[in-house]
């Protein structure tokens, strides 16, 4: 095996859900495989010791808010994020494109690039897809993403159809411009909801070619079953020998969906922002521990869950520190949130290589938590 290759090893008859490894320099990633959002370079509240306790592959962060704070600079002086943020394992650093593009107001974007104020003090910053490949390069991560332009939704056919367009250009001065061969740069799949501009923007990057292909402009407000629907030509075009990378969805049962579509990386920040809220994952749906019910439940969140939290902790003293804002038991259900995603990966893998994969999503639909996500 050599760096970047991307095996699939095995295939689900009934689905198109696979089991695959792709090498980066800091790793194996077996896939499926969630990976944990650390937008600053570091996952809320969780240690790089517990995410390795979970089984974290993957970390992302953010290109766009650490060249914001604390700095491009420092963050390379330190010898890129794995020795700055104490990470070992392989990290994905987003272009931050769809933070920029988020800041309606004060973004103005050309064919050159996207110039945008800083949410930090209201400088004036303009990236190209040439100045984002510099920033990411310094960072150091094991996999990066182009620049790209995610439009909203809903919008027009017809400026979807022009930021496909721009993607696309931008996908092409992003190859040129990256020069590091210990990083994977992955183009990015735009098209909101329209299956036409998802399949131009496929063909489009297809023959620029990447290591990997990341699918974006979902999870911004389409309904679930309209982004299924056009989420399901996408996988079935993308090279098969390529990993495929749907960005920003962390619903345990849109991934196991996306997963029997062929879909092998996913990412979300949900698991740790509904954990802040005092929420938790479980086989049996969502646990508001808010609630008075669980002041002297002294059984774990979830009867089903193999965690250190679940292994160690009550819902009770849980709910006690949820209530009274102890920052633990936003530590201890941000732990439990993502086990319950990367072991749910985990499990898919091993149903897929076991060619059981078809009734193992079978059973999830069926089980009691499955519409509770």
Known sequence: MTIFDFTVHATDTSTAARAATFETP????????????????????????????IGAHVVLANTYHLFLRPGTEIVEGAGGLHGFMGWDRPILTDSGGFQVFSLADTVKVTDEGVGFRSIVDGAKHFWTPEDNMAIQEALGADIIMQLDQCPPYPAEKQFVAGAVRRSAEWAARCKQAH???????????????????????????????????????????????????????????????????????????????????????????????????????????????????????????????????????????????VSVKEMLGSTLLSIHNLHVLIDLARRAREAIEAGEYASFLGQWRRGPGADDY
């Open 26 to 53: 800091h790793g194996v990633v077996p896939t499926p495989m969630f990976m944990p959002v650390g937008t600053r370079a570091t996952v809320k509240g969780v240690t790089p010791d517990q995410l390795r306790e």
């Open 179 to 321: 020069v590091r061969d210990d990083q994977a740069l992955f183009g990015i799949v735009q098209g909101g909801v329209f299956q036409d501009l998802r399949a131009e923007s496929v063909a489009r990057l297809a023959e620029i070619g990447f290591p990997g292909y990341g699918i974006g402009g979902y999870s911004v407000g389409e309904p679930h079953d309209l982004m299924l629907e056009s989420l399901a030509p996408v996988t079935e075009l993308l090279p098969v020998d390529r990993p495929r990378y749907l960005m920003g969805v962390g619903n345990p049962t849109t991934m196991l969906e996306a997963i029997a579509l062929g879909v092998d990386l996913f990412d979300c920040v949900l698991p740790t922002r509904t954990a802040r809220m005092g929420t938790a994952f479980s086989s049996t749906g969502r646990m508001n521990l808010k609630n008075a019910q669980y002041a002297r439940d002294f059984g774990p969140l979830d009867e089903a869950c193999s965690c250190p939290v679940c292994r160690t902790y009550t819902r009770a003293y849980i709910r006690h520190l």
